[in-house]
């Protein structure tokens, strides 16, 4: 007869086995640096290479943030906002319209003052698009929630009149938005002259993209939210109210599209209502070469694409125009589901 071991008897000492972890995954990251260097020679200077692979970064940065808004709602909501690209606009005009309010501190001398200037002139970017964008989802999106071609249908006839209603309030003339003292000129390294408010961009950029990951991956909220995505209905038998959390990350997709509209307009210094739309199909490139709702692809596919725009256009200006649709081509035929989809988190 077969003896069976009691609970008490199994070897306490065994170690547990590990659970299997996911695989760090550094070809999205060695693409870039792959690119990167490949131009290196084909520029045929050193310091061209540099300032336009630096134009490229702080480009790709400003890129992810206008488009992190929209891979969040995507990702988390499972919502095609075609619209994003009208809280760009909001955000860029909202800008210019702050801006004059600190224009003493945008015009001061001092570094200090002028990165307050540009700290609130953003804040009030944010604050207004959030704001908008909380009455967007009740008026908009969430008559739609599941149905992606009637999403697609009403976000676009949002943007239309999002940006209507912009010239009605602003008027059809060229906004101004330009940056401080402090941002602007370049900063010499070496032989080799870089735009400090391409610097300033870059380093945004880095600050958004970390706080994201920790909000998303390291916090409750973010625990609840990506919860909420793979079973709703368990999450709300525990007490927790998705709808809201889901108006939360619309208002931060908002808030994102304004901050990223902000820095646009700094760094484009005049600009019309056209200023959202004019990105609106690189947006949609980022987010599908990087992997539906995945906050790093969104960084690897804004990188890639601002990267390859600058380094195309100098070497052959003709192409420059279609370099966004080689290369989502390019990626989608190596990676169909994008460079850092959701699963590789």
Not at 59 to 75: A, E, H, N, Q, Y
Not at 126 to 148: D, K, N, Q, W
Not at 165 to 180: D, I
Request: charge should be neutral; aromatic fraction near 8%; hydrophobic fraction near 60%.
């Amino acid at each position: 007869m077969t003896s069976i071991n009691p609970p008490s008897a199994i070897d306490a000492s065994a170690e547990p086995t590990a659970l299997p972890g996911r695989k760090l995954d550094i070809a999205p990251f060695a693409l870039l640096v792959g690119v990167a260097v490949l131009a290196l020679p084909l520029t045929g200077s050193v310091s061209t290479w540099v300032t336009l692979t630096v134009a490229g970064l702080a480009m790709g940065m400003m890129l992810f943030i206008m488009t992190s808004g929209l891979t969040l709602v995507f990702g988390l909501m499972d919502v095609l906002n075609l619209g994003h690209a009208a809280f760009v606009a909001l955000g860029a005009y909202v800008a210019a319209t702050a801006a004059g309010f600190v224009q003493p501190w945008l015009a001061s001398t001092s570094s200090a003052m002028n990165l307050l200037a540009v700290a609130s002139v953003m804040a009030a970017a944010v604050i207004t698009s959030a704001i908008v964008g909380l009455v967007y989802e009740r008026l908009f999106i969430r008559p739609v929630y599941g149905s992606h071609l009637k999403q697609i249908l009403i976000t676009i006839g949002a943007m239309l009149v999002m940006v209507q209603l912009m010239l009605v309030v602003w008027g059809a003339n060229q906004m101004q938005l330009m940056p401080p003292s402090f941002l602007r000129g370049v900063h010499m390294v070496g032989s080799v002259a870089i735009e400090r408010y391409r610097i300033f961009a870059f380093v945004v950029g880095l600050v958004v993209y970390a706080a994201m990951m920790i909000v998303m991956h390291s916090s409750r909220v973010g625990l609840l939210i990506r919860a909420g995505v793979e079973n709703r209905e368990m999450v709300e038998a525990l007490g927790h109210h998705i709808r809201r959390m889901f108006v939360v990350v619309c208002i931060c997709g908002s808030a994102l599209a304004g901050l990223g509209g902000a820095m646009w307009g700094f760094y484009r210094e005049e600009f019309s209502a056209s200023i959202g739309s004019d990105v609106l199909v690189q947006i949609l490139i980022i987010t599908i070469i990087g992997g539906l709702g995945s906050i790093t692809g969104c960084l690897y596919g804004a990188m890639l694409i601002a990267l390859c725009a600058n380094y195309i256009g100098f070497l052959a200006p003709d192409l420059a125009v279609v370099s966004d649709i080689i290369v989502m081509m390019a990626i989608l035929l190596w990676r169909p589901n994008g460079l850092h989809p959701v699963a590789a988190h």
